[in-house]
């Protein structure tokens, strides 16, 4: 990415399932679901959205072999999107085991995520 226009961060938890990519989810629908950027396509290569480039960092505390990047990129609606996934976010307990919720153990898994947008 050669210019980088915005950078936003966003912090997703799975409460009870210990599923790293539904935090991971959350964490980038939290970083990108209260802007807009209606300027961006005017400064975009052919005024194309296509042409927007989006990097996810990803600090993911547990189970990286199990995050889902096909499903963290389907919630990036444009742009080529790129990943990076970094040792981070945290692992804390809930204080409950719920296995009608999926639970193994009682961790909660916080994933934090920055999503750079650029050209």
Known sequence: MDKVMFIEIGMGIDLHGQNVT??????VQNAIHHNSMPGLRSVLPNND????????????????????LAAIK???????VSFEVVDGGMLTPSGVVLTDKGDINDLVYVVIASVEVGY
């Open 74 to 80: 389907a919630e990036l609606p444009y742009g080529q």
């Open 49 to 68: 959205l296509h042409n927007m480039k989006v990097n996810v960092r990803l600090a993911v505390p547990a189970d990286v072999e199990k995050l889902d």
């Open 22 to 27: 539904k935090a991971a989810i959350r964490a």
